[in-house]
């Protein structure tokens, strides 16, 4: 596993990403509430720039069930600020495991990313 210094901990507060370029993949690193995730860069639906969309919470109908667009007035949030949206065609990912909120077999690669020092630092297969 290869280790890469990317940022500053202090250059990237809560609210903050940074898109770097490693091993020719291009990563967004989000700090999140204080949480650091490590996306690669790339929709699977049209590669679209995936780090770049909001991040947000999951829409839910109040009965526990994942909203896909359809207008309720049932309509709840749960998992906040745990969700990336795509902002070409608002597909949603989760930021923890990549996986798509809509289909099982759809997921971005994610990636090890901490903090040693004042350095935050993504790992790499």
């Not at 990237?12 to 990403?17: A, F, Q, S």
């Not at 780090?51 to 009965?63: A, F, H, I, T, Y």
């Not at 608002?90 to 996986?99: I, P, S």
């Amino acid at each position: 596993m290869s280790k890469h210094r990317v940022a500053k901990i202090a250059d990237l507060p809560p609210g903050e990403r940074k898109i770097v370029t490693v091993n020719n993949r291009e990563i967004g690193i989000l700090n999140v509430d204080g949480n650091l995730y490590a996306l690669r860069n790339v929709c699977p639906h049209r590669q679209g720039p995936l780090c770049k969309g909001r991040v947000r919470p999951l829409v839910v109908w109040e009965g526990g069930e994942v909203c896909h667009g359809r207008f309720s007035t049932d309509i709840g949030h749960e998992r906040e600020n745990e969700i990336i949206k795509c902002p070409w065609h608002n597909w949603e990912f989760d930021l923890k495991t990549g996986k798509s909120i809509t289909d099982d077999d759809l997921r971005v690669r994610t990636y090890r990313v901490e903090t040693e020092g004042d350095d935050v630092v993504l790992y790499l297969r």
